[in-house]
């Protein structure tokens, strides 16, 4: 459903879907119980300024009664926001497709505590282009490359490649050595090189992280090859053949090799402000797809490094 409200300074408006009929006898009364949060007579001026439109752009006013619209659209008060003291990098752009560097801590798009400080508003901002959408996402704590459809025409089409696994994607993780590594038979828990682990993994109701279901049929697949170790780390590549949330750092905790800097695998740690010095060190290294528009074959491959890497120290 497009919004009436364009795009402002990189963000979209917020669309906020009403009851019909209830207790409420305005949309003001509605909207100052259900963000309850809020002051509600600084609420009740934005009505007043026109800031609260219909979905054909008409402004409500304070008396407008539940019912009479379904939908409203309007500006989020912005966060306040910590800086996010790194650059989103643009790789490539052209008519249909704009393929970015994204670094460590940023998210893809905006959410609670961040708005300015995402790939998607930067990008936006910074390219002129308010219609930019991600076709896919990474995790706010994963660097490297992130894809985005610059034209609705055409977004569908490169949509359909993630649904369809129809895209290549090659991941680095770095990990802390695990106990009883043998560097003349590199294994993780009794497997060796190349690994393909597979489990169940599921979304947990309220909770940060994905549950792992042992009885149920796997719905989740990662081919892990061994890149590189030393005396401290442990370098692996991974080749994901599904995409379910927070699959790679599952998988590797799962077979003891949890990723270095995690703080929700093997074990949930306590939320602390973000150590810019200790990203967690798992990146987007590679895309690799048919470009369904085109029919040529596209490859990206991220500029950016694991800090934690074996020889990355300059040893």
């Not at 282009?129 to 977004?155: K, N, Q, V, W």
């Not at 359909?160 to 590594?181: C, H, I, M, N, T």
Request: proline share 9%; charged share 25%.
């Amino acid at each position: 459903m497009a919004s009436p409200l364009p795009v402002r300074d990189g963000v979209g408006a917020t669309r906020l879907h009403l009851p019909m009929s209830g207790e409420w006898p305005t949309v003001g009364a509605y909207m100052a119980e259900r963000f309850f949060h809020l002051d509600p007579e600084r609420l009740l001026r934005r009505f007043d300024r026109g800031e609260i439109v219909a979905r054909d752009g008409t402004a409500l006013t304070r008396e407008t009664p539940l019912g009479a619209h379904e939908f409203v659209w309007y500006y989020r008060d912005p966060p306040v926001e910590r800086e996010i003291p790194f650059e989103v990098e643009v790789l490539h752009q052209d008519r249909d497709l704009v393929v970015a560097d994204k670094p460590h801590f940023l998210p893809t798009t905006p959410g609670g505590k961040y708005l300015q400080n995402s790939a998607l508003v930067r990008l936006r901002n910074l390219l002129g282009i308010p219609e930019l959408t991600p076709i896919h996402r990474l995790d706010r704590a994963t660097a490297g490359l992130l894809m985005f459809s610059t034209r609705p025409e055409t977004r569908g089409a490169y949509q359909l490649l993630f649904q369809d696994r129809e895209v290549e994607k090659v991941y680095e993780a770095v990990s802390a050595l695990p106990e009883g590594w043998d560097a003349a038979s590199p294994a993780l828990a009794g497997q060796p090189f190349p690994i393909v682990y597979r489990n169940h993994i599921e979304k947990a109701r309220s909770s940060v992280c994905v549950r792992v279901d042992a009885e149920r049929e796997p719905n989740s697949e990662t081919l892990i090859e061994l890149i590189d170790a030393d005396e401290r780390v442990l370098h692996t590549m991974l080749r994901p053949h599904s995409g379910k949330m927070h699959q790679l750092r599952v998988h590797l905790a799962a077979l003891g090799a949890g990723i270095l800097n995690d703080g929700f695998y093997p074990e949930l740690l306590p939320e602390v402000p973000d150590d810019f010095g200790r990203p967690l060190q798992l990146l987007a290294r590679e895309l690799r797809f048919i470009d369904p528009l085109s029919g040529a074959p596209r490859e990206f491959v991220t500029a950016r490094t694991l800090q934690e890497a074996p020889g990355a120290h300059g040893g």
